[in-house]
T-cell receptor
């Protein structure tokens, strides 16, 4: 069983469209994250949620809206896609607390054309 | 604001060479430290972690890292690299229960 799963794995879409990426974890973790990895491999945290509550929102445009229907899911919806949104988006989860590691999904490669 | 620096952008080594990748962080409080590896086309996997205790921690695949609090550093080492170690390596810092900040990554290329 995949611990942290993201769908889709690849997403190609035109500028201006709205798209969603889904993330689910079956590890029973309370905290979930979204990261953006750009073409230079830089990993930037976008959001973190704890028990469906937004904890971190790191200067991400309002076009990005995370939604956590329950603590096992953290979906990422992106409105009015721009060329600069092209990247690999990683979902991750961890138990709550300092002494915990994060587990990552396989990533979603988003290409905006 | 906290930050994580990895000064080596791209390291190229021959097989059997020794490896040391630098990681420095800027945060004055308690931190937990991690090294993750990303093989080509794959997701991030944990190599090792430091929470407390012995500052020299051992991870998978022969990797180890040393936490030097006075230098705010957590350098990754391996005595003898293999071609299969070719990957992107990320240092990460947790300063609170719900965050995890990554460095810019170091690409390691091992030449057979």
């Amino acid at each position: 069983d995949t611990a942290v799963s993201q769908t889709p794995k690849y997403l190609v879409t035109q500028m201006g469209n709205d798209k969603s990426i889904k993330c689910e974890q079956n590890l029973g973790h309370d905290t979930m994250y979204w990261y953006k990895q750009d073409s230079k491999k830089f990993l930037k945290i976008m959001f973190s949620y704890n028990n469906k509550e937004l904890i971190i929102n790191e200067t991400v445009p309002n076009r990005f809206s995370p939604k956590s229907p329950d603590k096992a899911h953290l979906n990422l919806h992106i409105n009015s896609l721009e060329l600069g949104d092209s990247a690999v988006y990683f979902c991750a989860s961890s138990p709550t607390g300092m002494n915990t590691e994060a587990f990552f999904g396989q990533g979603t490669r988003l290409t905006v054309v | 604001a906290q930050s994580v620096s990895q000064h080596n952008h791209h390291v190229i080594l021959s097989e059997a060479a020794s490896l040391e990748l630098g990681c420095n962080y800027s945060y004055g409080g308690t931190v937990n430290l991690f090294w993750y590896v990303q093989y080509p086309g794959q997701h991030l996997q944990l190599l090792l972690k430091y929470f407390s205790g012995d500052p020299l921690v051992k991870g998978i695949k022969g990797f180890e890292a040393e936490f030097i609090k006075s230098k705010f550093s957590f350098n990754l080492r391996k005595p003898s690299v293999q071609w299969s170690d070719t990957a992107e390596y990320f240092c990460a810092v947790r300063t609170g229960a719900n965050n995890l900040f990554f460095g810019t990554g170091t690409r390691l290329t091992v030449i057979p």
